[in-house]
């Protein structure tokens, strides 16, 4: 995971070739890790694909993003069929992402599709882990530069819940 943090740090700095070929590598030697029986190293290879995935659309590789952001959807979606909780919320990531490559493409139905999946996987974890929801949602919205307070009032107004 490191080449991966990495890659979204020279990412980070404009430096998008470089970001790419870190995270191609991340998700090269994932693969090369990978034991049939050992699930192991799949989330990280899931998290290095979505990396990968924003690098490559970063650069207007729009193809290979769908390619990559696919690939780490279905692992999740394997993951999941074992799991619930961080998988679950990882594959509505990749579902976003997913939601913006077909986007890009032209591919609206596929798009859709993609958001209103990740839609319900959300309001999900939304029901069953509401303090976790909120956390992430809160911390979505100081990433944003919303204020705190006006970030929890909105959603607990969402998500119908006193304070």
């Known amino acids: 995971m490191a080449l991966s943090n990495l890659s979204n740090q020279f990412s980070a700095l404009g430096q998008i070739e470089a ?3 870190l995270s191609n590598q991340s998700v090269d030697i994932y693969h090369g890790g990978i034991v049939p029986g050992d699930d192991s190293l799949v989330p990280g290879l899931a998290m290095a694909l979505t990396i990968q995935s924003n690098q490559f ?10 390619q ?3 690939d780490a959807g279905a692992l999740f979606r394997d993951l999941l069929a074992g799991e619930v909780g961080d998988f679950q919320a990882a594959l509505a990531v990749a579902l976003d992402n997913q939601a913006q490559r077909p986007a890009t ?19 999900d974890l939304a029901s069953n882990q509401p303090d976790e ?17 006006q970030a929890a009032a909105a959603i607990r107004a969402a998500l119908a819940i006193d304070p």
């Open 133 to 149: 929801a909120i956390h992430r949602t809160l911390t979505d919205f100081q990433e944003l530069g919303v204020d705190e307070a």
């Open 57 to 66: 659309s970063a650069l207007g590789q729009h193809e290979n993003a769908l």
């Open 68 to 70: 990559a952001i696919s």
């Open 19 to 21: 970001a790419l070929a």
């Open 105 to 123: 493409l032209g591919y609206r139905q596929q798009a859709l599709e993609a958001v209103t999946e990740s839609g319900s996987l959300r309001r």
